[in-house]
């Protein structure tokens, strides 16, 4: 259960590492579920190990792409998260608007 929430938080993270985190638990539940013989609940967690490999291989691709651009979002945190204050994005964003609405002078 905690190496899930870990993987959670990777993913809220961005780190790529999360999906591998995920197949190796959803893996590990796959045997805990065929050996209690929940043959049911193991092909559902068989299934969340595709989409896991699915997602893995997408992130990769997409962190090809960015840094043929030059970017590297994928692998850091994004660029919109203000480490100064550790407020969620939305908040920085909201400071940004109103500094620049304080700029307006009539």
């Known amino acids: 259960m905690s190496y899930s929430l870990i993987a959670s ?4 993270r961005k780190h790529i590492a999360n999906w591998w985190l995920w197949i190796i ?6 045997g805990e579920y065929i050996y209690k013989d929940l043959w049911i609940t193991a092909v559902l967690y068989a299934g969340l190990v595709g989409l896991a490999i699915l997602g893995l291989r997408e992130w990769r691709r997409a962190a090809a792409s960015d840094q043929n651009r030059g970017l590297n979002y994928i692998f850091e945190r994004s660029p919109s998260y203000s480490a ?6 939305c908040a920085a964003r909201a ?7 304080s ?3 009539p």
């Open 9 to 12: 938080w990777w993913g809220a």
């Open 25 to 30: 638990v959803d893996l590990v539940y796959i």
């Open 84 to 89: 100064a204050t550790h407020r969620p994005p």
């Open 95 to 101: 400071r940004k608007l109103r500094r620049r609405s």
């Open 103 to 105: 700029d307006v002078r």
